[in-house]
T-cell receptor, first 114, second 111 residues
Framework: DADVTQTPRNRITKTGKRIMLECSQTKGHDRMYWYRQDPGLGLRLIYYSFDVKDINKGEISDGYSVSRQAQAKFSLSLESAIPNQTALYFC?????????????FGPGTRLLVL | KQEVTQIPAALSVPEGENLVLNCSFTDSAIYNLQWFRQDPGKGLTSLLLIQSSQREQTSGRLNASLDKSSGRSTLYIAASQPGDSATYLCAVEGSQGNLIFGKGTKLSVKP
């Protein structure tokens, strides 16, 4: 079973709709991240969380919100989706206590906003 | 602001060739540098992580080097195979624990 899972894997929505992307992990890591990937722009950080009580904005947080429901769950919401939020979204986890902060990525959610 | 650049953007080589992918970063104050592989439509797989105090890491046919003072890293792939075809991403860890990515090098290894 995958250590980091994302649901849904694909989503088509309309402008103005509210949607939620979910991420779950079984690695027991405290740190979780949301990135988006756009062609020609690489991956950019949206939000990150170092533990359940800690939420931080990343490079491109406008138009997004997050919820860290538990250590294992980190959700990303688009309150009112717009077409330029069409992208591939990745969740990732890491555990600095291991001495090496390798980040482990989920399979991604492909979002299309019409 | 940290910026990560990868050159070339795309590379096509015949099977069996040794190759080098390049990554440069503007701020040498990094905690570590990671190389990832991404297959089309898939997530990222971590290949190698080099701590800021290290000079290189090796895994199988892959060798990554780090020169913090010059802001450069290279990923060396020996005896390339068609299965190595993918996009390779370089990322440095920022002061907040997040990763800052380059745009990647798309590698195609032809049989």
């Amino acid at each position: 079973d995958a250590d980091v899972t994302q649901t849904p894997r694909n989503r088509i929505t309309k402008t103005g709709k509210r949607i939620m992307l979910e991420c779950s992990q079984t690695k027991g890591h405290d740190r979780m991240y949301w990135y988006r990937q756009d062609p020609g722009l690489g991956l950019r950080l949206i939000y990150y969380s170092f533990d359940v009580k800690d939420i931080n904005k990343g490079e491109i947080s406008d138009g997004y919100s997050v919820s860290r429901q538990a250590q294992a769950k980190f959700s990303l919401s688009l309150e009112s989706a717009i077409p330029n939020q069409t992208a591939l979204y990745f969740c990732a986890t890491s555990d600095p206590s291991q001495g090496k902060e390798t980040q482990y990525f989920g399979p991604g959610t492909r979002l299309l906003v019409l | 602001k940290q910026e990560v650049t990868q050159i070339p953007a795309a590379l096509s080589v015949p099977e069996g060739e040794n190759l080098v992918l390049n990554c440069s970063f503007t701020d040498s104050a990094i905690y570590n540098l990671q190389w990832f592989r991404q297959d089309p439509g898939k997530g990222l797989t971590s290949l190698l992580l080099i701590q800021s105090s290290q000079r290189e890491q090796t895994s199988g046919r892959l060798n990554a080097s780090l020169d913090k003072s010059s802001g450069r890293s290279t990923l060396y792939i020996a005896a390339s195979q068609p299965g190595d075809s993918a996009t390779y991403l370089c990322a440095v860890e920022g002061s907040q624990g997040n990763l800052i990515f380059g745009k990647g090098t798309k590698l195609s290894v032809k049989p």
